[in-house]
């Protein structure tokens, strides 16, 4: 069996959550966190001031800008969720809910890259810390999806929500919050969550790259190529065609794999205390299980986890 690929994701899995506190603190200072709320001294302690950035606007209430120079958007928000939409409008809007008069957001446009992240004009940076929930909103013109190319989002805690979004790449990530796709079009599109639900439904991309430490992963749509991995979580994907490629790795949970047309399949699988189980008669060839024209190729990873491909209709 392939163990190093096993205990390498139970390695980083560790180190992910261990480092996650360092990182979420050194994000959240350089974005206006606030100390750490356990007691007044921690409150008032180890923060320091490293001024407003001058690449940055920081408008009050919400803002609207022109959408025909914008090919790329990246969001990068510390604490509270971000919900993506498009609408029938002329304008890109987004707006922060649930901030202070301190705690804002802020956005550079610059070389058709529009940036947003949530910002303090104190720009304050600690050690311990903690930031009340704001919420972004972002509303993308109709027109605009013709000529996106990339959209990154990025968390620390809260959910990011897409829907009706269409770009080249598209990528969601987030530390603990969790990540929900919905009609979505993508030639890459990219999902990653430490401690929260990975779900992307009614969905298109040519590669589908999810992974997730420890919550479930669930897919639905057309996808050619997909690669999902889980520790402590159950990854399952639904189809009607049958994507050409997929690799599953999984760490105390079932991988599910729901599909219609399928010409057939040649399935890797190496597993730990799992079994596999396929709808689909399959002739067995060293440690390949063989169905049909063998065509489509499939990588299956577990421990303590079984594997199952199920026929729909």
């Keep these: 069996m392939k163990i190093n690929a096993i205990i390498r994701i139970i390695l980083w899995s560790v180190i992910a959550l261990i480092l996650s506190a360092v990182l979420l603190g050194v994000l959240n200072g350089y974005r206006g966190a606030r100390l750490f709320s356990l ?22 209430g919400s803002s609207a800008l022109p959408w025909e120079t914008v090919h790329k958007i990246e969001v990068d928000w510390v604490s509270g969720g971000v919900q993506v939409q498009v609408y029938d409008g002329n304008e890109i809007t987004f707006e922060a809910e649930g901030v202070d008069i301190e705690e804002v957001l802020c956005y550079s446009l610059q070389d058709g890259k529009l940036t ?21 909103q ?11 190319y990339e959209i990154e989002i990025e968390t620390a805690s809260g959910a990011i929500r897409v829907a009706d979004v269409q770009a080249e790449e598209i990528a969601a990530e987030s530390v603990s919050g969790d990540i929900e796709m919905a009609n979505v079009v993508a030639q890459t599109l990219e999902l990653g969550s430490v401690s929260g639900k990975v779900v992307c439904i009614n969905s298109e991309a040519e590669q589908l790259k999810a992974e997730n430490t420890s919550g479930i992963v669930r897919l639905q749509g057309n996808f050619k190529k997909v690669k999902a991995e ?18 599953g790795c999984s760490v105390s949970g079932e991988i599910i794999l ?16 799992g079994s596999f189980v396929s709808d689909y008669p399959t002739l067995s060839q060293k440690s390949n299980k063989v169905y049909g024209d063998g065509s489509c190729e499939y990588d299956f990873e577990t421990v303590s986890g079984n594997i199952y491909i199920k026929k729909q209709g």
């Design 138 to 148: 972002l509303k993308l013109p109709q027109a605009l999806l013709e000529q996106l």
């Design 230 to 247: 889980s520790v402590s979580g159950e990854i399952y994907l639904e189809a009607a065609v049958a994507p050409q490629k997929f690799d």
């Design 116 to 136: 947003i992240r949530s910002g303090d004009k104190q720009q304050k940076w600690n050690l311990f810390f903690s930031s009340e929930n704001k919420n972004l």
């Design 39 to 60: 007691a007044d001294f921690f409150r008032n302690s180890l923060v320091f001031n490293s001024g407003i950035d001058e690449n940055y606007e920081y408008p009050e």
């Design 258 to 273: 729901s599909l219609t047309a399928m010409p057939g399949f040649t399935a890797d699988v190496d597993t730990v205390s």
